[in-house]
């Protein structure tokens, strides 16, 4: 295996947002192979990608990749799958999607490879875990991007709002990456401050709402995310093949409900390592249980 490889499966906005972010940043990756549908557009982007590596401040071979190179990488990201369509249910896309990924995932696993899943196709919590169900992978070497961004998103309007670094800002964002998303703001704090020293209620459930809203938001202005999440994946590329024991929050395994959702877990070569317990009160546990209970639900119903 070389542990600095990186196969990228679906080179759409996201998947190239994050190749992209990855050639700016010092990264361990020192080899991209880029896989998708659409040999022609693929080989478009390794040409504009090779041409800046002159300006990169890391070295790194980029190719156009075939399911062979899965064999000796070390961290797999997805980013493939199909859009919702007007008038489609989400089910509809799901099982679409749910299609595509046991078509990708087999064959992937047909070439022996034996690293770390990191998915970012959306709904990302039941992908992650239908990935690993169509891998038979040990659960903590399949993650999703998980609330990753969403927690950026608090760091940031939160460090916004009081003028002061995104990075001293410590919370997250839990649960489901979707509407039942929320923050445990009992856990948040600036430094070793509490939030609620700073800030009052009403501005919790305004920035709340702007973090559940942000993507939609964007969407609607320019037609998809992806900066956002391209750096979030660079982020926890780093975490696993730095092998940093980093704390991040995303799309784990919880082995008490069988299902994939994001929470604070400890990434590190393995992925995600262990998870990070804290308490919630009881409105937050609620709140939890209501986004465990949503994607059970989904899964259910695909399922059937």
Partial sequence: MNNKKVVIIG???VGMSYAYALLNQRTYVNELALIDLNEERVNGEVMDLNHCLAFSPSKMKIKAGTYADCEDASLIVIAAGVNQKPGETRLELLKKNASIFKSIVTEVMANNFNGVFLI?????DIMTYLTQKYSGLPRKRVIGSGTTLDTARLRFLVGDKLKISP?????YVIGEHGDSEFIPWSDVSVALQPISDFITPEDMNEIQEEVKTAAYKIINAKGATYYGIGMCLVRITNAILGDENTVMVVSTYDDTNDIYIGLPSVINKNGADRKIHFELNEEETAKLNNSINILKSSIKELDE
């Fill in 11 to 13: 080179c759409g906005n």
């Fill in 120 to 124: 970012a196709t959306n709904p990302v």
């Fill in 167 to 171: 990075s001293n800002i410590h919370g």
